[in-house]
């Protein structure tokens, strides 16, 4: 038995060695199955649940999808997934939140060099943007009434009244922009509203956009073939006092779409609305600063914003303070 262990020592060690060598490559494998089982899965997962957030996207429910992903975006590292972030972020103009997305992938993105790339293009344009905001708020006092070459006013701005038409379902957001001036001017002019378009100060509506460069056009209104907004009042003067003029009557009239006969964005159509209303009380031209909402062009920071300027409510302050 010896003389035979000993003559065959080599195989049996061999054959020891191969049974556990197949044993334990038997038992890695089904281990190595098992974790890519468990990947299988989780991926599986993790794609039902993308694909969730992005069906919400497509429907165009921008802070519900918003929900959905930044709820992903805490269990995985994924750079798809911040571009949908940054891009809701970017549209709902939250550039900081916005930033930070794009910065992930910036930093994180290995793969997919089109992601890659525009990240890198975001990063760069939002730091500039928010550079930018950053000095225009530095700027933002006082006001630019010395800028201004015509104004008026109301006789009685505590109280005037409001008709707002409901064409094309956009009386809320035109009630939205009136309510905005009313509390940024607060004890100095107050809006209240009425159904009686007749006993109305100022009427307000949204309109097709051919119509309303027509009646701008019409009104000889200043840049009327690209208007987007248009109010036009009616003044008087005081024969004692020719120097201070009143207004009897304005109407508002913002755009609901755009020249391909889209209809304009919520936001955009507030800002315009904004914009409409500081005429109708009484600021009878523009600000020069293409940071203040009042600006004549369509494209000011402070209308992407759809936020009124400090240096906006000044200046129609200094406007009723001269009463
Ligand atoms: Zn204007």
Request: positive net charge.
């Amino acid at each position: 038995m010896i003389k035979f262990i000993k003559k065959y020592f080599v195989f049996i060690i061999l054959t020891i060695f191969t049974f556990y060598g197949f044993f334990a490559l038997y038992d890695i494998h089904k281990k190595a199955m098992i974790v890519y089982k468990d990947k299988l899965e989780k991926a599986k997962i993790k794609k039902e649940k993308f694909d969730n957030c992005k069906k919400i996207f497509k429907l165009n429910k921008y802070d519900e999808a918003l929900t959905c992903f930044n709820k992903l975006s805490k269990e995985y590292s994924d750079c798809e997934l911040r571009h949908y972030i940054g891009w809701i972020y970017l549209k709902k103009r939250k550039y900081k939140q916005a930033l930070l997305a794009y910065q992930y992938i910036s930093d994180n993105e290995k793969e997919n060099q089109q992601l890659l790339n525009t990240a890198n293009k975001e990063v760069k344009l939002l730091k500039a943007k928010i550079a930018e905001l950053k000095r225009l708020k530095r700027h933002d006092i006082g006001n630019y009434f010395s800028d201004i070459d015509r104004y008026a006013q109301w006789e009685n701005p505590e109280n005037i009244i409001v008709y707002i038409d409901n064409k094309y379902q956009k009386k809320e957001l035109l009630k939205k922009a009136f309510m905005e001036w009313d509390n940024q001017m607060y004890n100095m002019i107050n809006f209240s509203y009425t159904d009686n378009e007749e006993e109305a100060d100022i009427t307000a509506s949204a309109e097709d956009l051919g119509e309303l460069r027509k009646a701008a056009i019409e009104s000889k209104a200043e840049s009327a073939e690209v208007a987007v907004g248009l109010t036009t009042s009616k003044t008087y003067f005081y024969y004692k006092n020719p120097e201070k003029e009143y207004i009897k009557h304005s109407r508002i009239m913002v755009a609901y779409n755009d020249e391909n006969n889209k209809p304009i964005e919520d936001r955009e159509f507030y800002s315009i609305a904004l914009h409409e209303i500081g005429h109708s009380i009484g600021m009878m031209s523009h600000s020069k600063h293409y940071g203040d909402l009042m600006y004549a062009g369509t494209s000011s920071i402070a209308q992407q914003f759809a936020h009124l300027t400090n240096r906006d409510v000044n200046t129609i302050r200094k406007i009723y303070g001269n009463i």
